[in-house]
C-alpha cells in the first residue's frame, strides 16, 4: 500500500478517508509526525497544525513494554507490530491507547500509526461508531483503492484473519476464490458507478474453507466523492443447508433416499433430449412392480413392508450399471432408467440382472420372504417425446408380465402398442360417460326357485350410448378397476341404490326385498369404504338390513385376514354380505365357516353343471347342501334353460336369477316387477317345460 503524504490532490482524498475512520492514525515520515487524523486530534484535544513536524516520541510515550521514555517505532519495528503506548493530552492526563504499526517505505521512513483507546481498566470506551461496528454480528470491512483500512471482530470470526493480518491487504486475494474474480470485477464496476449491490456468493476462510455469505456493497462517500467500498458479509450456510435438504427432501423418497417421480421424470427428459442429438445412445425405461408387497406388508405389518422397500431399493443400486438410475415412483413401484443402450439387448441384460435379484429371498425383521416382481420394458424411439410416454408403456408392459403370472418381464412392442391404444381409447370413453352422466343402474330379479317369488335384485350398471342404446359396463368397468376411476363410480352407485331402497321402502313395504351392490376388488380395499358406508347410510336412512353387498370369491382369496376384519366392520354397519362367483377357482370352503356371509352366488358355470354327470355335477350339489347345513343361501346365477332350473330345483336350490327369469330391468320395468313380486310365468310351467 502507498500513501501520498505530498500537499496534493491524491494527498487530499487519502487524508479525508483517514479522517473519516473511527480510530486514531499518525503519518510519520523520518520520526517527525506530519498527518493526525480528525479522531487523532479530538482525543489529544490538539488543533490543525499542532501535530505538524512534531517527533513522534512528544505525543507517543512507552511505545513498548517496559520502556518509560519515548521513543521511535522505526527502531526494529515490523509491518502490522502491535504497540501500547500512552499520550499526553492538552488538559496533562495520560490516556492509555493500543494498536499496530506499518511501515509504509522504510527507505524513506515512512510509517502509519492506527490506535484506539486501551480496553484496559480505567481506560476510556471507544466511541460509539466503533462499539457500534464491533457488536454486529455481520463482518463489514472498508476498503480503499482494493486496500482494507478496517475490519470488525465479526470478520476475524467469520473468516479467521486478524485485524492486523487483514489491514493492507487486498480482499481479493484474502478471502475472494479463483472462480469468482470476474464476479468481484463487475461487483466493484456497479459499486463505483453509485449502485448498492446485494447478492449470495461464496467467500473464502483463511483455512481455504468455502462460506456460503450475503453480501452487501456499497460506495464509500466523503465529501461527496467516492472514497473507497464499504462490504457487509453474513454467513448463510445454515440457511443453504436448510435449502438444500428441502430440495433433496422434494426430490427424493423419503423412506428409501431413491429418486422419487418427479426426479425421475427430469432425468428421463435429459436423457430423452441427448437422444434425439445422438442417435447412436438410446434409452429406456424398466417399470417394476412387487408381485407379493401386500402379503407381506399384511402379513407383518407396515413397518415390515418398509423394511422390505428398502431392502429392494439397496439390491436395485447394486444391480445397476454405473450410467443407470433407479426411483421409486409410489407404493410398490419402482422404475429404472437405462441409458446408453444399443439395442433393446441391453434392456434385456438389466432386466434379467434386476429380475433376478428381485427373485431372491429377502430377510424382513428375520422372516425369509419371497417379494417377486413383474417388470415391463419400453424402448425409447423419434416417436417418445415426453417421459410421460414412455413411462405409460413401460407399465403396461408390466401389467402384461403380471396378467402372465409375474415373476417375469414383458417388452413393449406394436402388439402391445395396439392394446394400449384400444384401452386408451375405452379409458376416454369410461371418463366421457362419467362426465356427461352417462350411467344408469339398472336392477335383474332374485327369485325364490320353489314359488317364484321376488327375492330382491341385483343392481347393475349400464351406461348409454349416444344413440340412445343402453349397454352393459362390463368392459367398460375393467378400465375402470385399472384406473382407479372403480372407487368413484362405486360410490355414486352405493348412493344411487341406498336412494332407490328408500324409495321402494315407501311404494313397496316389503321389509325381506334385498338390493345387492356389487364391490370390485379396489373398491373392497378401499381404506374409507367403510367411513363412506356410515355417511350415506347415515344420510339416506336406507334399511341396511335390505342392503346387500357382493363380494368377489377372488378378492377373498387374495388376503383372507385382511378379508375378515373388512367384512366384520360391514356387518357392523349392519348390511348383509355375499360372496359372488364362489365355486369358481375351488377355493378353500372355509370360508364359509370363517367369514361372516348371508349368502353365496354360485359362478355361473356351475348351472351349466346343473344338467350334466360327473363331478361338477356332484361339486353343485355339495355346494347347495353344505349352505342348507350352514343356514347360508345359496343363489345360482346364469339360468338360462327350463332343464337347468329343473336340475336345480331338484337339488334344493333356494333362489336364482338368469335370463330364463329374467334380464336386467329398468328402473321404471324392475318397479313393476317389484309390485307384481313372482315371475311373470308361473314356475311351475317353466318346470314342467313349457318354456325354454
Not at 13 to 34: H, M, N, T, Y
Not at 118 to 139: F, H, M, N, Y
Not at 667 to 679: C, D, F, I, T, V
Request: a negative charge; aromatic letters at 6%.
Amino acid at each position: 500500500m502507498s500513501w501520498n503524504l505530498a500537499a496534493d490532490s491524491d494527498s487530499t482524498e487519502q487524508r479525508k478517508i483517514l479522517d473519516a475512520l473511527p480510530a486514531l492514525v499518525f503519518l510519520e515520515q523520518r520520526g517527525l509526525l506530519v498527518f493526525a487524523n480528525v479522531e487523532a486530534r479530538r482525543i489529544l484535544g490538539l488543533q490543525e497544525g499542532e501535530w505538524l513536524r512534531r517527533p513522534v516520541e512528544e505525543v507517543l510515550w512507552g511505545l513498548f513494554t517496559g520502556t518509560a521514555e519515548p521513543r521511535t517505532l522505526l527502531k526494529g519495528a515490523g509491518k502490522g507490530s502491535p504497540f501500547h503506548a500512552t499520550v499526553p493530552t492538552k488538559s496533562g492526563k495520560l490516556l492509555p491507547i493500543e494498536g499496530t504499526y506499518s511501515i509504509l517505505n522504510a527507505e524513506r521512513r515512512e510509517a502509519v500509526i492506527v490506535a484506539h483507546p486501551s480496553r484496559r481498566e480505567g481506560a476510556p470506551k471507544a466511541r460509539l461508531t466503533e462499539d457500534v461496528l464491533a457488536s454486529i454480528p455481520e463482518a463489514v470491512v472498508i476498503e480503499h483503492r482494493s486496500h482494507v483500512l478496517y475490519t470488525n471482530p465479526a470478520f476475524t470470526r467469520m473468516f479467521g484473519y486478524s485485524a492486523d493480518e487483514a489491514s493492507g491487504e487486498s480482499l481479493c486475494e484474502l478471502i475472494v476464490p479463483e472462480t469468482r474474480l470476474s464476479e468481484m470485477a463487475m461487483l466493484e464496476k456497479a459499486v463505483d458507478d453509485g449502485e448498492r449491490v446485494m447478492m449470495e456468493t461464496v467467500r473464502m476462510t483463511k483455512d481455504g474453507e468455502l462460506v456460503d455469505v450475503s453480501l452487501q456493497a456499497a460506495p464509500l462517500t466523503l465529501d461527496g466523492a467516492r472514497a473507497g467500498h464499504v462490504y457487509t458479509f453474513r454467513d448463510i450456510g445454515d440457511r443453504k443447508e436448510a435449502e438444500a435438504k428441502l430440495q433433496h427432501d422434494a426430490l427424493h423418497d423419503p423412506l428409501t433416499g431413491m429418486p422419487n417421480r418427479a426426479l425421475f421424470q427430469d432425468r428421463l427428459s435429459l436423457a430423452l433430449t441427448r437422444q434425439s442429438r445422438r442417435k447412436d445412445q438410446r434409452c429406456g425405461v424398466l417399470f417394476i412392480d412387487l408381485d407379493r408387497f401386500k402379503e407381506v406388508n399384511d402379513a407383518l405389518g407396515h413397518a415390515a413392508g418398509d423394511a422390505l422397500l428398502v431392502s429392494v431399493a439397496e439390491r436395485l443400486r447394486g444391480a445397476l450399471r454405473p450410467q443407470d438410475s433407479a426411483a421409486r415412483l409410489s407404493g410398490d413401484e419402482f422404475a429404472v432408467l437405462v441409458e446408453n443402450a444399443q439395442t433393446s439387448a441391453d434392456l434385456d441384460i438389466v432386466a434379467r440382472r434386476v429380475l433376478h435379484e428381485m427373485l431372491r429371498p429377502f430377510d424382513v425383521f428375520g422372516h425369509m420372504v419371497q417379494a417377486g416382481a413383474s417388470i415391463g420394458v419400453a424402448m425409447a424411439g423419434a416417436d417418445y417425446t415426453t417421459p410421460e410416454l414412455l413411462i405409460r408403456d413401460a407399465d403396461f408392459a408390466m401389467y402384461q408380465a403380471k396378467q402372465a403370472g409375474g415373476g417375469r418381464y414383458e417388452v413393449f412392442d406394436r402388439h402391445l402398442e395396439v392394446i394400449v391404444s384400444s384401452q386408451q381409447e375405452r379409458e376416454r370413453e369410461l371418463r366421457q360417460v362419467l362426465d356427461e352422466r352417462r350411467f344408469e343402474i339398472w336392477y335383474e330379479p332374485i327369485y325364490r326357485l320353489d314359488s317364484g317369488r321376488l327375492e330382491g335384485f341385483e343392481s347393475l350398471l349400464r351406461w348409454r350410448k349416444l344413440d340412445g342404446s343402453a349397454d352393459s359396463f362390463r368392459d367398460l368397468l375393467l378400465v375402470a378397476e385399472e384406473t382407479g376411476l372403480s372407487v368413484t363410480l362405486g360410490r355414486e352407485t352405493l348412493d344411487a341404490v341406498c336412494a332407490q331402497l328408500n324409495q321402494w321402502a315407501v311404494d313397496l313395504p316389503r321389509e325381506s326385498m334385498i338390493l345387492t351392490v356389487n364391490l370390485t376388488h379396489r373398491q373392497f380395499f378401499q381404506r374409507d369404504l367403510i367411513a363412506h358406508l356410515r355417511k350415506t347410510l347415515s344420510a339416506t336412512g336406507a334399511n341396511p338390513a335390505r342392503l346387500l353387498f357382493e363380494v368377489p370369491e377372488s378378492t377373498l382369496n387374495e388376503n383372507p385376514d385382511a378379508a375378515v376384519a373388512i367384512l366384520q366392520r360391514m356387518v357392523d354397519c349392519e348390511v348383509r354380505v355375499a360372496i359372488d362367483h364362489f365355486g369358481s377357482s375351488l377355493a378353500p370352503l372355509n370360508h364359509l365357516v370363517r367369514l361372516p356371509i348371508d349368502m353365496v352366488k354360485l359362478d355361473p358355470k356351475l348351472a351349466i353343471a346343473a344338467t350334466l354327470a360327473g363331478r361338477q355335477r356332484a361339486l353343485l350339489e355339495s355346494l347347495v347342501r353344505l349352505g342348507r347345513t350352514l343356514d347360508v343361501q345359496v343363489v345360482a346365477q346364469g339360468i338360462e334353460t327350463a332343464e337347468q332350473l329343473r336340475a336345480l330345483c331338484a337339488m334344493g336350490c333356494e333362489l336364482g336369477q338368469g335370463r330364463l327369469l329374467s334380464d336386467a330391468l329398468d328402473p321404471l320395468e324392475a318397479q313393476s316387477a317389484a309390485e307384481r313380486g313372482r315371475w311373470p310365468v308361473p314356475p311351475e310351467e317353466i318346470r314342467a317345460g313349457s318354456r325354454t
